[in-house]
């Protein structure tokens, strides 16, 4: 049984810094992309970043480029996604979910429909970045 828990998140201070993790058990990293995604109060879930574990192809929205890295641990089949210079709007609940890699690049698993893209979701951990 495919299984993702999110976990990570917290009240941070604008400006600081967190590590959100994504811990699978029921498949194999290699054979699937997971990809974050984040949804606001009022808003539709969207993509924050994928990652292929299998080749290390990575993807992240414009909003964070820069700011996010996304890396994987195989042997602890946890995938973290660490986020630098926190602001207001970054604060949403974070998802990992996970899809089957069919060979497409991170940045189609994580752009188009996104979160349609998906088929398994962890339950999400709250951001919060206050001003």
């Known amino acids: 049984e495919v299984q993702l828990q999110a976990s990570g998140g917290g009240l941070v201070q604008a400006g600081g810094s967190l590590r959100l993790s994504c811990e699978t058990s029921?498949?194999?990293?290699?054979?699937?992309?997971i990809g974050w995604f984040r949804q606001a109060p009022g808003k539709e879930r969207g993509a924050v970043s994928c990652?292929?574990?299998?080749?290390?192809?990575?993807y992240y929205t414009d909003s964070v480029l820069g700011r996010a890295t996304i890396s994987s641990d195989n042997a602890k089949n946890t995938v973290y996604l660490a986020m630098n210079s926190l602001r207001p709007e970054d604060t949403a609940v974070y998802y990992c979910?996970?899809?089957?890699?069919?060979?497409?690049?991170?940045?189609?698993?994580?752009?188009?429909?996104?979160?349609?893209?998906?088929?398994?979701w962890g339950q999400g951990t709250l951001v919060t970045v206050s001003s």
């Open positions: 990652i292929l574990s299998s080749h290390g192809n990575t």
């Open positions: 979910g996970a899809e089957i890699d069919v060979g497409d690049p991170a940045e189609d698993y994580c752009s188009g429909p996104g979160p349609k893209n998906f088929a398994y």
């Open positions: 029921g498949f194999n990293l290699d054979d699937y992309v």
